[in-house]
């Protein structure tokens, strides 16, 4: 039972335009979101998050759109760059907030074309 | 500042023997959380540590274990293992549980287990 979807496996979005992955979620006691960002061979790292009070949180050329009634979840990168070539997961969390026992999609590879 | 260190980072076993992984938190980050990346089901977690105890478990069989020590190093272990369980084990640490936004897990490099 997958509780959070990334339903595109791969994107490939020009340099300079912009990329978008998105995210489904089904358990509606998810209170927390967050993307990480991982290249080969490395941890995944962790890019914005968002709570489940705000609709939006923007931190640079990323930004993260939230809209719980369709338990929908984007990531919006503005300006694409060649460095942001990498595998996206969604994550989420059902423990007030913080990061403890998250759910994670099974990712997106973004590839950034010059 | 160090990041998370897992040890070792690539290791290849047969069926049914054991293993332990090894993760070694950030200075100072007392949570420690493991998770399984397959092909196909992204990262699933394992278990969560905080203080020697577990906080929090995942779904998975009761061969997978782990621990905690009183330095807030962590290791796990599998043991009977199966095919199934070749994966990519990531350790992740974090600073204060219960605060809100820490979403910032600082994940290790992973300890890539092939089991043949």
């Known amino acids: 039972d997958q509780q959070v979807k990334q339903n595109s496996p791969s994107l490939s979005v020009q340099e300079g335009r912009i990329s978008i992955l998105n995210c489904d979620y089904t358990n509606s006691m998810f209170d927390y979101f967050l993307w990480y960002k991982k290249y080969p061979a490395e941890g995944p790292t962790f890019l914005i998050s968002?709570?489940?009070?705000?609709d939006k949180n923007e931190d640079g050329r990323f930004t993260v759109f939230l809209n719980k009634s369709a338990k929908h979840l984007s990531l919006h990168i503005v300006p694409s760059q060649p460095g942001d070539s990498a595998v996206y997961f969604c994550?989420?969390?059902?423990?007030?907030?913080?990061?403890?026992?998250?759910?994670f999609g099974t990712g997106t590879r973004l590839q950034v074309t010059l | 500042k160090a990041g998370v260190t897992q040890t070792p980072r690539y290791l290849i076993k047969t069926r049914g023997q054991q293993v332990t992984l090894s993760c070694s938190p950030i200075s100072g980050h007392r949570s420690v959380s493991w998770y399984q990346q397959t092909p196909g089901q992204g990262l699933q977690f394992l278990f969560e540590y905080f203080s020697e105890t577990q906080r929090n478990k995942g779904n998975f069989p009761g061969r997978f274990s782990g621990r905690q020590f009183s330095n807030s190093r962590s290791e796990m272990n599998v043991s009977t293992l199966e095919l199934g369980d070749s994966a990519l084990y990531l350790c992740?640490?974090?600073?204060?549980?219960?605060?809100?936004?820490?979403?910032?897990?600082?994940f290790g490099e992973g300890s890539r287990l092939t089991v043949l």
């Open positions: 968002i709570s489940s009070i705000k």
């Open positions: 994550a989420a969390s059902a423990r007030g907030g913080t990061a403890s026992k998250l759910t």
């Open positions: 992740a640490s974090f600073g204060s549980p219960g605060r809100a936004n820490t979403g910032e897990l600082f």
